[in-house]
Every structure is written in structure tokens, then in C-alpha cells.
């Protein structure tokens, strides 16, 4: 574009880099002659040329003042006295830092200060008998329920908080119980504090229901264990599905007593269903065969032939007792027990629970059995089985059942059990009759069943039908059998846990067609409540006589795989500890 350059300076522009914004008339196009062109357009209007030498160089040289050059040209003179330094310690740093600070100061007490301080200051919730493996209580600690069940429910009515002994009368203390009257409790692993339901085949009695957890619940105010049919495609190959729950390590008592109110399931007459109520020792989880191999039923504490397989000196055919008399589905051997994982016999350095008697060997450890009641039908009349099961065993497994080791309440209603053991137990065992209108079928009221203990080669068991005792025995009655040639076997000295299932097998109902039976069938426990005397409470799983924690956290697996059935099976490959009657401990 052709233009004079005295069109770029005027005097106002030189003023500031500003003044070059295009304003009116200060941009024309030249024009050869008046009207010999139309007027400019507004691009032309306001146009600036490519070159900027052009515009006019006043307005871009850098040593003109402009009104704001103060804002970005350093003067020492003006400045000299901001420039002379000084400190941080202003009210503004001081602000500043304080700031930082109280927020460095604030994370540092949130994430450790306040972990640290609770850790010293708060009281710390109990395990109240919970260990490690069930689920639960993987933490240590016991969760709360709705209702804010702890030892002790707090539906229990104050006046069941105190219970007369029927040894000697004293008042005992309630030390736990469970009265299920939240309704839709479940029992699969980590819902429950105390109990949990097992996902099972029961294979160790043959039993044909498969045990799902969804067959355990709470309804009503009562604990409902139903058994009913079900397409095998969908339940394991299994033509019946039912219940069990147990406190396996999560509830375990030690001494005292036990009473459950029950309704028992179908009929009276009708014989098939097995309910039972129970107690194990915490070392043996009822249902996984690898934790029970050699430990389930012994209540033993010597050295001697009874820790040994089978009963028997190993490449000898004695005792002789041990060898005829016995069972007649096993060739009339006493017992095919693998002998005492953990006896009195462990040597040092074995793989065993403890503790350790004065004289430095281990105390036998086992998982003995106690029976609230195991029901049945004989005759078209209900009975309860009420026992201990035990190992080793007696010769023709006849235990000392004399006037002063056996009592029986009234022989009218309680008598000794025919079945006094086989080659994989040995039991000493009371019947009595059932109150035949206590059965889900007929008038559906409540019985209540138990035993009182005393641990111990002094103690006793007296079992409890309906707040009487049917029968009981003292420890004199399991004493050394020289036929044998074993030692005493004392009252269960374990930590117990209580077991409650409703089953069917043909081991306990011969010649029975399950089909004729009535289902669903249902077992109702109203209660379940433990008592100890005054001085001695001992609840738990892990008590310091009798530890088990260690032990069942070494063998995680056969305290929770079902499919383990033996200890030394291909699947888990334990080995025995070493016997010092088996060839000595080097």
C-alpha cells in the first residue's frame, strides 16, 4: 500500500506503544483526484503494512517513557531501601509457616499419633474363647450380632443366670448361652461369633445328607436344623440335605455343665432321623477326617501299648486281648485305631500341642467325645442315646461298670446301652425314654437334655433328661485293664466344643427306607447354656493346660479341607510324630 510516512507521525502517537491502535482518518488511502474513486474500504481503512518500519518508528523505540514503566524498570535509587534485605520473621511468614505447620502436625497425629495413642488407651475387646481358624474370628476378636449377643445372650431371662449343681447342690454361674430369638441368623463361615454351619458330606457314619449351611437358621425364637430332599444333580450326587453347626473353635469350655431345650424332629413312632446334640475336643474338627485321624475318640495320658496302633506290640500278636472278643465286622480284633498321634509317648522335638508334665514328656492330647443325646427310635417308642466315647479300649470293651462307678436315675426310664463299642470306638451309654409328645408331629413341646462333668481320673459325667439326672459315671469306671495292658483313661481333660446336627444313616437305622419318611423334617433348639461352678471358670478354645491354637494354625488344611481324610493320605503326607514305643526317639 503507497502512503506518505509523515501519516504515521503524528506528535499524539509517540505517547505510548497504545496510541498505535488504528483510529479514524489516521490511515487513508491516497487518491488520485476527488470522486475519481469510491471511498476506502474497512479492511483498507485500517490496514497496517507488512513492513513495521512503516509505522513509524518512534512508537517502537525502547528509550521513549511510557506512563507504566515503573511497574517493570529497576531503579536502585527508588528501590534502595526495599532492596537492603531483612528477615523471614515477618507477620506474613510467620503466617505462612504456622500454616504449614499445624497441617505437617495434624497428618502426623491423624496416621501415628492417634493409632499409638488408642493402641495404649483403649481397652481392648476380648477373643471370649475365639481363635484363628472358623472364619470369624480370623482377627482374634468376636463380632457383635444384631442383638449384641456376647458370652451370655441377652435374651437369657435372669432367672436362668444360676444353676444348682447335681453333684453337690452349689449354685453354678451361666458362663455362656446362645437363645437364638433373632430371627434369619445365618451360619456360613465369618456370620456368626460362636457357631458355624459345615458344607459336608458326613461320610464317617455313612450318613446319606449332604450338610449345606443353608438348612441352619433362626426362626421363631428357635434354631431350626431341617433336613428335606433335593435332586442330586444340584446336591452333590446326594438324594437329602440338612444341617449341622458347631462352635469349633469358637466357643470350647472346660469342666461344668451343658443343658439344650430341644424339639425333637418327625415322630415318635416313625424311626430314620438321627438329631443329635454334642461335644468334641477342639483338637478334632468333627466332619474333617485328616484332623481327627488319630485323635478322635482317645482320652488317654500314658506311655504304654494304648498309644500304639491297633493296641498291639508292633510285630507281635499281644496283648492277646487286644486280638479276640473284639469287633466281629473287623475279624474280632479290638480296635483298628492308627494309634495316638499325640501321646504321652511324643518324643522330644515331635510336632505336638503340649504342655509338658513335670518330668519333661508331653501330655497326651486327643479329641474325646461327649453326648448331650443322640435320639432314635426303638420299638415304636423314643429313646435318647446319652454317652462318652473313648479310646483305648477295654478288653471286649466291658468298662468297670460297678455299683460305685454307675448311676441310674429310674430303670423304669434309663438303662445301659446293649452297644458297648467296635473296632473304632469304645462307648459307655444310657437309654432313656423320651417324652413322646416332645416331637415336631405330636403336641411339638420341649425337652431338655445335658450332662454335668468333672474332668479328670477323679471326675464324672452326669447326664441330664428334662432338669433330672438319667445316669452317670465315675472316672474309677475307665481305670487301667491289665487284659490289655493299658493305663487309666481319665474323664475328658480337653477344651469341648458342642456340635448339633440332624442326620440319617443306615449305621443307626437299619433296614430303614428314608423315602417313607416325612419331609422336611425340622429340629428346633430353643437354648443352648453352659455353667461352671463360681471358682472354676474355664471357657475357651486355646486354655494354657490344654493349648490347641498353635497346634491347629501349624495344619491349617486339616482343620479346613474336607477332602483330607487321613493325616498321612497322598493329599497331605503328614507323618506321625515319632512313638518312643515304636522303636525309641533317635
Known amino acids: 500500500m503507497a502512503s506518505s510516512s509523515s501519516a504515521y507521525q503524528r506528535p499524539d502517537m509517540a505517547a505510548s506503544s497504545t496510541s498505535l491502535l488504528p483510529r479514524t482518518g489516521y490511515f487513508a488511502t491516497p487518491s488520485s483526484s476527488r470522486g475519481s474513486s469510491p471511498a476506502p474500504s474497512i479492511a483498507e481503512k485500517f490496514s497496517l503494512a507488512a513492513d513495521p518500519a512503516e509505522w513509524g518508528a518512534s512508537a517502537l523505540t525502547m528509550n521513549i517513557p511510557e506512563p507504566d514503566d515503573y511497574l517493570h524498570n529497576p531503579d536502585p535509587k527508588r528501590d534502595r531501601l526495599n532492596d537492603g534485605g531483612g528477615h523471614i520473621f515477618t507477620s506474613r511468614g510467620l503466617a505462612n509457616l504456622g500454616c504449614l505447620f499445624i497441617l505437617v502436625a495434624g497428618m502426623l497425629m491423624l496416621f501415628a499419633g492417634y493409632p499409638i495413642y488408642s493402641h495404649f488407651t483403649s481397652k481392648h475387646q476380648s477373643t471370649q474363647g475365639a481363635f484363628n481358624y472358623g ?196 475279624d474280632n480284633v479290638l480296635s483298628m485305631l492308627p494309634g495316638q498321634r499325640l501321646s504321652a509317648c511324643t518324643c522330644p522335638g515331635e510336632s505336638h500341642p503340649g504342655p509338658v508334665h513335670p518330668n519333661g514328656t508331653f501330655v497326651g492330647r486327643s479329641a474325646p467325645e461327649i453326648d448331650l443325646f443322640e435320639a432314635l427310635i426303638d420299638g415304636n417308642r423314643g429313646q435318647v442315646s446319652q454317652s462318652l466315647q473313648l479310646a483305648p479300649f477295654n478288653a471286649e470293651y466291658a468298662w468297670q461298670n460297678t455299683s460305685s462307678n454307675l448311676y441310674i436315675g429310674d430303670p423304669t426310664v434309663t438303662s445301659l446301652n446293649a452297644y458297648v463299642g467296635g473296632a473304632f470306638q469304645q462307648t459307655a451309654s444310657g437309654l432313656s425314654f423320651t417324652n413322646s409328645n416332645c416331637y415336631e408331629l405330636e403336641a411339638g413341646c420341649f425337652s431338655t437334655y445335658g450332662y454335668e462333668y468333672s474332668p479328670g481320673y477323679a471326675g464324672y459325667i452326669k447326664w441330664i433328661v428334662n432338669d433330672t439326672v438319667s445316669w452317670g459315671v465315675q472316672g474309677a469306671g475307665f481305670g487301667s485293664d491289665g487284659a490289655t495292658e493299658i493305663g487309666a483313661r481319665p474323664i475328658p481333660t480337653e477344651p469341648m466344643y458342642i456340635i448339633a446336627n440332624l442326620g440319617m444313616s443306615p449305621n443307626f437305622a437299619h433296614g430303614v427306607d428314608f423315602t417313607t419318611l416325612q419331609y422336611p423334617a425340622t429340629m428346633l433348639i430353643d437354648y443352648v447354656r453352659v455353667y461352671q461352678p463360681r471358682d472354676q471358670h474355664n471357657v475357651g478354645c486355646d486354655p494354657p493346660d490344654h493349648p490347641t491354637a498353635n497346634y491347629i494354625n501349624a495344619y491349617p488344611e486339616a482343620y479346613t479341607n474336607v477332602n483330607l481324610t487321613l493325616w498321612g493320605t497322598p493329599q497331605y503326607n503328614q507323618t506321625q510324630p515319632k512313638n518312643s514305643m515304636l522303636g525309641g526317639c533317635s
Open 135 to 330: 472364619g470369624a474370628n480370623a482377627s482374634g476378636q468376636v463380632p457383635k450380632l444384631p442383638n449384641d449377643i456376647g458370652l451370655i445372650d441377652i435374651a437369657t431371662p435372669s432367672s436362668a443366670y444360676t444353676k444348682p449343681s447335681f453333684a453337690d447342690g452349689q449354685d453354678w454361674d451361666l458362663v455362656f448361652s446362645d437363645e437364638f430369638n433373632v430371627d434369619g441368623r445365618t451360619f456360613y463361615p465369618g456370620d456368626d461369633p460362636y457357631w458355624e454351619a459345615v458344607d459336608l458330606d458326613y461320610w464317617q457314619t455313612n450318613d446319606v445328607e449332604w450338610y449345606d449351611p443353608k438348612q441352619a437358621t433362626t426362626k421363631g425364637g428357635y434354631l431350626r436344623l431341617t433336613i428335606d430332599t433335593a435332586e442330586p444333580i444340584n446336591n452333590h450326587n446326594m438324594s437329602y440335605v440338612s444341617g449341622m453347626i458347631q462352635s469349633w473353635n469358637k466357643f470350647c469350655f472346660t469342666g461344668g455343665m451343658i443343658e439344650v431345650s430341644v424339639q425333637l424332629p418327625g415322630s415318635s413312632s416313625k424311626p430314620g432321623l438321627w438329631p443329635a446334640v454334642w461335644t468334641m475336643g477342639n483338637l478334632g474338627r468333627a466332619g474333617y477326617g485328616a484332623s481327627l485321624d488319630g485323635m478322635w475318640p482317645y482320652t488317654y495320658d500314658t506311655c504304654d501299648v494304648g498309644t500304639l496302633p491297633n493296641q498291639t506290640y508292633p510285630g507281635t500278636q499281644t496283648p492277646i486281648a487286644a486280638l479276640e472278643n473284639g469287633d466281629p465286622d473287623h
